[in-house]
């Protein structure tokens, strides 16, 4: 069983919408970081919180907005989506950023309509 | 960088038998990586890491090389299993553990 929990699991929405994805964990671990994953294709780094910091941010339009509440939070804001947004996101942890593994959730599903 | 495919390689194996997945990497200063394992519906797992200081590191049934003169490595799973079934993926990072980048993926199927 993965430790970073990932809320929903599935979700639907029109390109007006506004929703968030979620996730959490609690390994203590300090840096945190969203992937996004098309079918068949590996993970693409999108945003890397550090200490609630962000680090890395490889160019996200904007209409995704990460947000990191607390050091076991990170959000992914979601607004005006395209049906090309459609993907799987994955939430990763790691204890610190040049600490090595990252543990992932098992992903939110998001489908653009 | 990363060695990119247009399609997602596949690997065969029969049950019991050992099976070797390769992974090309471009970046010449990439000096940690990862073989991750992923299942239908789920999120990468870890399987084994590897430093750049070193050629060679074994897990339980795994074992990653890493050939840093032609940028490649490899994991091998001895006596495949059922439950090995998945798509692998190595990831590099050159920065220990900062901006991950993963390989394309390799699917493998365990054949009964």
């Known amino acids: 069983d993965t430790e970073v929990t990932q809320t929903p699991k599935h979700l639907v929405m029109g390109m007006t919408n506004k929703k968030s994805l979620k996730c959490e964990q609690h390994?203590?671990?300090?840096?945190m970081y969203w992937y996004k994953q098309k079918a068949k294709k590996p993970p693409e780094l999108m945003f890397v919180?550090?200490?609630?910091?962000?680090?890395i941010n490889e160019s996200v339009p904007s209409r995704f907005s990460p947000e990191c509440p607390n050091s076991s939070l990170l959000n992914l804001h979601l607004h005006a989506l395209q049906p090309e947004d459609s993907a799987l996101y994955l939430c990763?942890?790691?204890?610190?950023?040049?600490?090595?593994?990252?543990?992932f959730g098992e992903g939110s599903r998001l489908t653009v309509l | 960088g990363e060695s990119v495919g247009l399609h997602l390689p596949t690997l065969s194996v029969q049950e019991g038998d050992n099976s070797i997945i390769n992974c090309a990497y471009s970046?010449?200063?990439?000096?940690?990586f990862i073989w991750y394992k992923q299942e239908s519906g789920k999120g990468p797992q870890f399987i084994i890491d590897?430093?750049?200081?070193?050629d060679k590191r074994q897990g339980q049934r795994v074992t990653v090389l890493l050939n840093k003169t032609v940028k490649h490595l490899s994991l091998q799973i001895a006596a495949t299993q059922p439950g090995d079934s998945a798509v692998y993926f190595c990831a590099e990072t050159d920065n220990y553990g900062q901006n991950f980048v993963f390989g394309p993926g390799t699917r493998l199927s365990v054949l009964p």
């Open positions: 919180y550090s200490y609630e910091k962000l680090s």
């Open positions: 390994m203590g671990h300090r840096a």
């Open positions: 970046n010449s200063a990439s000096d940690y």
């Open positions: 990763a942890s790691s204890q610190d950023l040049r600490a090595g593994e990252l543990f």
């Open positions: 590897i430093r750049s200081n070193m």
